[in-house]
């Protein structure tokens, strides 16, 4: 996950702070008040009853009326707008612009709040007059979720954020089919209408289906995030939640070792620990051209059998999921067993 290897760089579960100073309040409360109102998208209409949801973190959000302004995490926003909610704001690890979950989207209309992980223009967030944050939250590795939520660098500005709208969090934990179901929760919840919703889920139980197929051939499959001065992450299908879901429909992942969640880190000469058929490389990553400068990876039969293929990032909703399936799917009819 390259969410997990990003949030090692922030501080985790800090101690409990002040949340706001009253001078950053009247500040926030100011920059609410400007900024030019937005028409809801198709995927959801406005309600005059009150509002609420619970998210996976057990938190209960509760707003005056539906919301329509969504703001929030890149891969939480590109999840809900698949299904056809449009946001106004969004931060994240990269920018929009080249993230190939907003491929085909209009994201001028998309103020840009942060393009780098924990780097958020509180005031730009608050100018865009969201009435709801939307982020993920990532397993601990021991049962519970990872504070702050994903996406903050500490409680402290996970906090100040709140304080311009609340926060639902969708954990991204167990398996990927779970992940996208609550995804659709929330969607509905914000007014997508039921049969786009079960358009979605057809297309990713279609992609299952193609997969499991695919599956068939046997061929195994590694995960890793490769970078040049910190060797390779090898991916744990276990702990990620597509991966798991991929096992399950029969995709051959290699057992993992190490006691680190998510990863197991291998040094540039200890790369062919793990023998793999076929080789995913995250596009947030060390590219094929990088991989293959590197003489201990070139040296691999999945490298020498040009079976490297890029794993793109794509959202956890069932439209997301569905064509990375599909992607998946098609290296693995190219591909053969060469261990």
Known sequence: MDANRAA????????????????????????????????PSAGATPSDSSWSFTDD?????????????????????AALWNLGIEPVAAFGQVGMRGDPQFEGKDISRVVDVGSTYG?????????????????NVYGDGKGGLNTPLYGFKSEEQQAQVAAIAPIVAIAQVGSVADVAQ????????????????ADAKKQFDDASDQLRTAAESGVSVLYIAAYK??????GKAPDDPSLRYYTELGVNYPKVGGEQFYWHQLSWERVDEYAADVILYSTRALGKRGLMKQPTFAALPAAEADQIFPRVFYPTDHIGQAVAMHKLAGFLDRSHRVT
């Open 8 to 39: 090692l760089r922030v501080t985790r579960a800090l101690g409990r702070r002040q949340l706001l100073a009253g001078a950053f309040g009247l500040s926030v409360a100011a920059f609410a008040g400007c900024g030019r109102d937005r028409e």
């Open 57 to 77: 973190t057990g938190a209960t959000v509760r707003r005056p009326s539906r919301p329509i302004r969504i703001a929030g995490l890149t891969d939480q926003i």
């Open 119 to 135: 780097e958020i223009s509180l005031e730009k967030l608050a100018a865009t007059k969201p009435d709801l944050i939307v982020t």
């Open 182 to 197: 609550r995804n659709a929760d929330l969607a509905a919840a914000l007014g997508v209408g039921a049969d786009t919703l």
């Open 229 to 234: 001065n910190d060797g390779v992450y090898v």
